[in-house]
């Protein structure tokens, strides 16, 4: 089975500009997460998802950044405008509701914002 | 809050020592159990699981047993190799939250030839 899709890999971009990172969880799973890794903050959780729809979003750090989930299989994480600040490794992760399923997660992001 | 607390790193370890990494947790209800591991540039990986009180989770050598009664989940490998140098963290899953994992901050391990 395909794992949790992320792209693009790497993102080197100047601050100010639009950054989108996206996202395709594994079919069939109806919970999305967002995190961002950082040395200084470690593992964070920014926004999760449940049949599409945010379910909490107290982790996003400013309005800058923005999640969507249009379908099942394709979400996005926006950062507009980009600030040096951001530059981090973001995750995505999915996993099933039923139980107490564990998350999968895809190779992340590694944004880098000059 | 629920949350976990995973022993200080970096621990380092000559190859065939034996490893255990603390981990305890403080929850309201009665959660399900995880290791996962964070290799160097890559994702997290789900490691082992539990979902009860004295269940053993167990993988590539890996074992963790969950202990109500100490509200711990550590982790133990009998022989470390180079190839296991990475970062681990405990995490929990509370029933009825959403599917919502609470991290520990992770432990990185060194193991050294």
């Known amino acids: 089975d395909a794992g949790v899709i992320q792209s693009p890999r790497h993102e080197v971009t100047e601050m100010g500009q639009e950054v989108t990172l996206r996202c395709k969880p594994i079919?069939?799973?109806?919970?999305l997460f967002w995190y961002r890794q950082t040395m200084m903050r470690g593992l964070e959780l920014l926004i999760y998802?449940?049949?599409?729809?945010?379910?909490?979003d107290s982790g996003m750090p400013e309005d800058r950044f923005s999640a969507k989930m249009p379908n099942a299989s394709f979400s996005t994480l926006k950062i507009q405008p980009s600030e040096p600040r951001d530059s981090a490794v973001y995750f995505c992760?999915?996993?099933?509701?039923?139980?107490?399923?564990?998350?999968?997660f895809g190779d992340g992001t590694r944004l880098s914002i000059l | 809050g629920d949350s976990v607390t995973q022993m200080e790193g970096p621990v380092t370890l000559s190859e065939e020592a034996f490893l255990t990494i603390n981990c305890t947790y403080t929850?309201?209800?009665?959660?399900?159990l995880f290791w996962y591991v964070q290799y160097p540039g890559e994702g997290l990986q789900l490691l082992l699981k539990?979902?009860?009180?004295?269940d053993k989770g167990s993988n590539k050598g890996f074992e963790a047993t969950y202990r109500k009664e100490t509200t711990s989940f550590h982790l133990e490998k009998g022989s470390v190799q180079v190839s296991d140098s990475a970062v681990y963290f405990c995490?929990?899953?509370?029933?009825?939250?959403?599917?919502?994992?609470?991290f520990g901050t992770g432990t990185q391990l060194k193991v050294e030839l």
């Open positions: 992760a999915s996993s099933h509701s039923w139980g107490n399923q564990p998350q999968h």
């Open positions: 079919s069939g799973h109806d919970y």
């Open positions: 998802f449940n049949n599409n729809v945010p379910i909490d």
């Open positions: 929850a309201t209800g009665y959660p399900s």
């Open positions: 539990a979902t009860k009180a004295d």
């Open positions: 995490a929990l899953i509370l029933t009825g939250g959403g599917n919502k994992l609470t």
